[in-house]
């Protein structure tokens, strides 16, 4: 049976975290990140900044600016693969909960939320 691509991208965009060269390839051209921390809704074209800031948060907190998840589901359904998470930032006690959808085409809508420490933390562009 072959794999469907949107369960590969998401393996590679979640193995990518952190890595801003290598999260490209997995994210569709209409890729939308919800930060709340953010003051605008992070693109394609403004991923890899965001990645750059969000690693250096995670380091100023003590952090790798790589995050685990503790728990998760995935609902694939109509050509959308959806996944919930709780996570956590590896080397912080900042931890929230992600949805994030994936077509064929790639990654396409990522939201964030933070249930601890409140982001005041992040510095803002």
Do not use: C
């Not at 975290?17 to 290598?22: A, I, M, N, V």
């Not at 996570?87 to 601890?116: C, N, P, Y």
């Amino acid at each position: 049976m072959v794999m469907a691509d949107r369960f590969k991208h998401l393996n590679d965009y979640l193995v990518s975290w952190g890595r801003p060269e290598k999260v490209l390839p997995a994210l569709a051209d209409d890729y939308v990140l919800d930060d709340p921390s953010e003051p605008k809704l992070v693109t394609r074209l403004t991923i890899i900044a965001w990645m750059n800031r969000w690693t250096e948060a995670m380091e100023a907190a003590g952090g790798t600016g790589r995050v685990e998840s503790a728990d998760s589901v995935e609902y694939d359904h109509d050509g959308i693969l959806v996944r919930w998470s709780w996570w956590h930032a590896i080397g912080t006690e900042i931890e929230g909960s992600s949805l994030i959808k994936v077509t064929d085409q790639g990654v396409a809508h990522h939201r964030m939320a933070f249930a601890r420490p409140r982001p005041a933390w992040r510095k803002t562009p």
